[in-house]
């Protein structure tokens, strides 16, 4: 199943520490899909859109947290190409 795309805006953005933080159930239908890079299923993760700007964003889970029902998730490196600002950036998915 390829991986979804989300609102940006689901997201509360944190320019101090680089990161930022969902609640899976602010996140409507599927919350991740297979990346695919050059037709070739690389990893687990979602895309996100910028309403404001139309970009699209790609994020793969990088660790999963098993005691609180979490996944931290980074950009893919085709979106480092893309946007070079989002580098050293996290996002952090949680199931409460």
Known sequence: MNAP??????????????SGVVEASDIQ??????LTCRGVDIDIGFHL???ESNG??????IKTF??????CLAPTT?????FPNLKG????????
């Open 49 to 51: 859109r910028n309403l």
């Open 29 to 34: 239908g599927r919350i991740f899909g297979q």
């Open 78 to 82: 085709d979106t480092l190409k893309n």
């Open 89 to 96: 950036w996290t996002l952090s998915v949680y199931n409460d």
């Open 56 to 61: 699209i964003t790609t994020w793969r889970i």
């Open 5 to 18: 795309i989300h609102n940006a805006k689901t997201v509360t953005w944190s320019r101090k520490w680089k």
């Open 66 to 71: 098993y005691n609180v029902k979490g996944w």
